[in-house]
């Protein structure tokens, strides 16, 4: 039997795909790529979070009709490649909040912090341990 990762994409809903992609791209130091969604041909932003294979699309910022941003519905975790503190301080500075602050994971599995992105999304962020 063939193991597959549980998640396999994931699409934040965004009412303003331009400050949404300022906002993940400061936060969390990437880069997204724009493109037009192939199914419906609204705008999408790319991210690329996995290091075992940069160039494969992990999810993406999404807009258009029949999407809406909400802090009551799921939280991923997304990888965090850096300074967990620094990336909250920033997420503050381009109008997120910080619902939970970091928080120690038990035994080697690192940090985390959840926060409301600049869209009203609850997005949580992962740290992994040194």
């Known amino acids: 039997m063939t193991m597959f ?11 303003d795909l331009d400050r949404a992609c300022r906002f993940y791209e400061t936060v969390l130091g990437i880069a997204l790529e ?21 160039e494969a ?20 975790y997304l990888r965090l490649d850096g300074d967990l503190d620094g ?9 997120g909040a ?12 690192g940090r985390y912090a959840v926060l409301t992105d600049c869209e009203g999304n609850r997005i949580g962020l992962h740290q992994a341990a040194a």
Request: glycine share 10%; net charge neutral; hydrophobic share 45%.
């Open 57 to 76: 699309p992990s999810g993406c910022l999404t807009s258009g009709s029949g999407v809406a941003s909400t802090a009551a519905g799921i939280t991923i």
């Open 87 to 95: 990336a909250l301080a920033r997420a503050r500075q381009h109008g």
């Open 98 to 109: 910080v619902v939970v602050d970091v928080t120690v994971l038990p035994g080697d599995m």
């Open 5 to 15: 990762p549980a998640v396999t994409w994931f699409e934040i809903p965004v009412a």
């Open 34 to 54: 724009r493109t037009l969604c192939d199914g419906s041909g609204h705008p999408v932003a790319m991210f690329k979070l996995c290091p075992q294979a940069p």
